[in-house]
């Protein structure tokens, strides 16, 4: 069964500094990989997604990376504002093709203190 | 914003009694999704839609039902409900037109008594 797992679960840094949030599924065979950003009783919002050809993607003080052969994916958020306090989460699609379904993590809570 | 509404918003039921809710999207998307979030799970599929009419099984489909008779409805019903069925829902839609992402409903926050 395919698993995708987000360590830590929460994490808590002062405005300014530079983070990384971790992503690992045990399948190295998928299609794609997204990262979303979810608000306080919202829904989630797209941020990057990588094709599996890739190696990362950057959107402004995002970047993620893919490492299909060690089953890893990073999040690194440059200069962290306290806006970007949400829950992240990654999602891996191994089935492929137009269906695009997803397998989520359970997301890391990031509070960014002022 | 992609234009996806959901509803309700918010519904308290009980026990046994049938409940149904609506995705609609006015991005005449050809793929529809409905997900439940559990704190320790993640998002978990429940079913998706391929078409009007086509709909397929998730991971989690059991006790729930959809339909889609419209491009832009789809709607999921819980036959019988049960409180383990206590979660927020979330529709999403994608274009299918290949590798692309999924933009997502604001939820329903459902709480089974």
């Known amino acids: 069964k395919q698993e995708v797992t987000q360590i830590p679960a929460a994490l808590s840094v002062p405005e300014g500094e530079n983070l990384v949030l971790n992503c690992s599924f045990t399948?190295?065979?998928?299609?794609?990989l997204q990262w979303f950003r979810q608000d306080p009783g919202k829904g989630l919002t797209s941020l990057l997604l990588?094709?599996?050809?890739?190696r990362e993607q950057t959107s402004g003080r995002l970047n993620a990376s893919l490492d299909k052969s060690s089953g890893r994916s990073t999040l690194y958020i440059a200069a962290s504002q306290p806006g970007d306090s949400a829950t992240y989460l990654c999602?891996?699609?191994?089935?492929?093709?137009?269906?695009?379904?997803?397998?989520f993590g359970t997301g890391t809570l990031l509070a960014v203190q002022p | 914003d992609a234009g996806i509404t959901q509803s309700p918003r918010h519904k308290v039921t009980e026990t046994g009694t049938p409940v149904t809710l609506r995705c609609h999207q006015t991005?005449?998307?050809?793929?529809m999704y409905w997900y439940r979030q559990d704190p320790g799970h993640g998002l978990r599929l429940i079913h998706y839609?391929?078409?009007?009419?086509?709909?397929d099984k998730g991971e989690v489909s059991d006790g729930y039902s959809v339909s889609r008779s419209k491009t832009e409805d789809f709607l999921l019903t819980l036959e019988s409900a049960t409180s383990s069925q206590t979660s927020v829902y979330f529709c999403?839609?994608?274009?299918?037109?290949?590798?692309?992402?999924?933009?997502f409903g604001p939820g329903t926050r459902l709480l089974v008594l």
């Open positions: 999403a839609i994608s274009g299918g037109q290949g590798v692309e992402t999924q933009y």
């Open positions: 399948d190295s065979a998928i299609y794609n």
């Open positions: 990588i094709q599996s050809s890739q």
């Open positions: 999602a891996v699609d191994y089935y492929g093709g137009a269906t695009n379904k997803l397998i």
């Open positions: 991005e005449n998307h050809r793929y």
């Open positions: 839609s391929y078409g009007v009419k086509d709909t």
